[in-house]
């Protein structure tokens, strides 16, 4: 037996107890298997691990594309139903849907709309959020369309689900009919919805920043345009969500939730161009109170001809300004682009000439009444005819003067265009039916600068100011463009002008940014058939003219700290006064501008360098400026 085991240890039996422990079976097979079946034994063991890793990771990429196709089908199924959403709030609520359009939207209509957008974003979050989503998105490189698409799922998700529902509630309150079946808003509703609509605000300011984050130039172009189009989406959705928040604070105490309030709205007449906009012409005092609209008086200019303003404006406005007397001549009021000034001296005119005190100012023109005119349905004048969104431009602007070549009769005229607008407008926003409509209307009139509101109280203003229809001129250090122009020839002929503006920055020179902004001005007034009153010039001293030539003051506002090297006309030099107001540069030239003639302004600035491009200040005309900021970018080395 002991010769055995020790035989055994020898390598003659396989080991036996203990010893069995140490035994190592793949030196057994070697010796027992052909070389080549335990090679491919190795190989089998090494291919295993290989082909199932290739097996997961085609299985993820089969899932990423299934799943991304169905996400793509769900984003484009949400956008359509805001699409769906967005054309029935612009449809007024009276009118029948039609091969044209859908029918307005009600509050049921609009709550369907988010819901159904809702759904289809979560069912498109969820789908790109499974477990191959993630490790592909965390690829070097090749990850950066699937992070993007994961985070447009994700945007998506987050703005049907945060932002759009309190904006659709606050719909719902509005077209509530409150206390007196309909007849004035709902106040306490809009203090309900406030502290929706403030989160649903800052929740569209987050989710914008994240899309701005995410990754953009990748290999795949779709998803670059996918994210192009959803940045694009939330420029114009939050804007709408802050403007709202911003309304829901102001408008229970601006329109009488704690006492009477008072206001001047004043209709300003583009043909003949001013600051703001245009010449302020006729005007009504409006009063609110619980959320009841009415109106106590309407008037012309002729009646606060002589109204003179006790309001200092302080010296960079007088030495701009001052030859005009803005402060004593109504028509000449609005003369600067910043419309707090021309608002404050509209109430105190009003004050000095009626001794009442009005508690904050509306400028509006006839391109806004256009627009809710769109949304109310036409006006009736006394003779029964009818003032729409698409005569109300040319009734007030051009078609009056030939029509009503009397003065008297011509004012008397304006006076029941305002009268019966106004009444219509009141009418549509006490309808539950077309609130939704009016007020869609009214905030794009409000975005557009074509309805600009200040409000006398200092709380209500410094709300006002943050916002486009404060019509402030911009402050801070960032880049400005600024085109305005006033009237010069007392003529109503700005109603065919053409203005362009194109501002390139350039070189730098010594730290400052070389910028050149070239102004087109075109006056495409017919050489004959215009009406006298049209035409006519008030120069002093007067000069020869021809029928339909136009005069303007052209004043360019330059970004903070510029200053101009040089300036020509037509392409000879030319002379400009230098200004200031509220801290831009104001670089000013007298123009004649005659009829059927086009005239190029190019100005060469030396600028502070930033990294954004200029923010172009848009006066309303009768035709909108069409104007281009190229890129811009800091100065380097």
């Not at 939330?234 to 009488?256: E, N, Q, W, Y």
């Not at 009818?386 to 004012?411: C, G, I, M, Q």
């Amino acid at each position: 037996m002991s010769e055995t085991r020790r035989g055994a240890t020898r390598g003659q039996e396989p080991p036996l107890g203990a010893e069995r422990a140490r035994w190592n079976p793949r030196r057994w097979k070697d010796r027992v298997l052909p070389p080549a079946v335990v090679r491919r034994l190795r190989d089998r063991r090494v291919r295993m691990p290989l082909y199932a890793a290739a097996g997961l990771v085609l299985a993820g990429a089969a899932w990423i594309a299934v799943t991304g196709v169905l996400a793509r089908n769900e984003l484009l199924a949400a956008q359509r139903s805001l699409q769906t959403l967005r054309q029935h709030l612009a449809q007024p609520a009276a009118a029948p849907a039609t091969a044209a359009g859908p029918p307005a939207a009600s509050a049921a209509t609009v709550q369907d709309a988010v819901r159904d957008a809702t759904g289809h974003a979560a069912r498109a979050h969820r789908l790109t959020t499974g477990p191959a989503w993630f490790p592909a998105a965390q690829l070097p490189v090749l990850g950066g369309p699937f992070r993007t698409v994961r985070g447009i799922a994700e945007a998506s998700d987050r703005l049907t689900r945060d932002v759009l529902p309190p904006l659709a509630r606050t719909v719902e309150e509005l077209d509530s009919t409150g206390a007196d079946d309909g007849r004035h808003l709902d106040l306490s509703a809009l203090r309900r919805v406030a502290p929706l609509l403030e989160q649903a605000s800052r929740s569209a300011s987050r989710v914008r920043a994240d899309v701005d984050g995410l990754p953009h130039g990748t290999w795949l172009p779709a998803t670059d345009r996918a994210r192009t189009e959803l940045a694009r989406q939330l420029d114009r959705i939050t804007p709408l969500a802050h403007d709202a928040a911003a309304a829901a604070r102001l408008m229970p105490s601006m329109l009488g939730a704690d006492g009477p309030r008072r206001y001047l709205a004043v209709f300003e007449n583009t043909a003949e161009a001013r600051g703001t906009g245009g010449l302020p012409g006729a005007f009504a005092v409006l009063r609110a109170e619980r959320g009841r609209l009415s109106f106590e008086h309407f008037g012309n200019d002729t009646e606060l001809s002589e109204a003179h303003a006790d309001v200092d404006l302080g010296a960079e406005f007088n030495g701009l300004y001052g030859p005009a007397a803005p402060t004593r001549t109504w028509v000449n009021s609005n003369m600067s682009p910043h419309f707090p000034y021309a608002a404050r001296i509209w109430a105190a005119a009003w004050q000095r000439h009626s001794g009442q005190r009005v508690d904050g100012a509306f400028g509006l023109d006839p391109g806004a009444v256009s627009g809710l005119l769109a949304a109310s349905g036409p006006a009736r004048l006394p003779d029964g005819s009818a003032v729409t969104a698409h005569n109300v431009v040319d009734l007030s602007e051009r078609a009056s003067y030939a029509l009503h070549p009397d003065f008297r009769r011509r004012k008397a005229y304006f006076l029941d265009v305002a009268r019966a607008v106004a009444i219509r407008l009141l009418g549509a926003s006490a309808d539950p039916t077309n609130r939704t409509a009016l007020f869609s209307a009214l905030h794009r009139q409000l975005g557009e600068g074509r309805i600009k509101v200040w409000s006398g109280h200092a709380a209500e203003q410094r709300e006002l100011l943050a916002r486009s229809f404060g019509g402030a001129l911009p402050g801070g250090s960032a880049p400005l463009a600024g085109l305005v122009v006033n009237n010069a020839a007392g003529t109503k002929l700005d109603y065919y002008l053409d203005r362009r503006l194109t501002w390139a920055p350039g070189r730098c020179v010594d730290g400052r940014r070389e910028v050149t902004v070239t102004v087109r001005l075109a006056n495409r007034a017919p050489a004959s058939g215009l009406p006298p009153y049209v035409v006519q010039r008030l120069d002093d001293p007067p000069y020869d003219t021809r029928p339909g030539d136009n005069r303007l003051l052209v004043s360019y506002y330059a970004s903070a700290g510029a200053t101009l090297a040089g300036a020509t006309l037509d392409g000879r030099s030319a002379q400009l006064s230098h200004g200031a107001e509220l801290g831009h540069p104001v670089f000013t030239l007298d123009v004649e501008l005659p009829a059927g003639a086009a005239r190029t302004l190019v100005l060469h600035l030396l600028e502070r360098p930033a990294d954004r491009s200029a923010f172009v200040l848009r006066q309303p005309l009768v035709h909108p400026l069409r104007a281009r900021a190229l890129p811009n970018g800091p100065c380097t080395g």
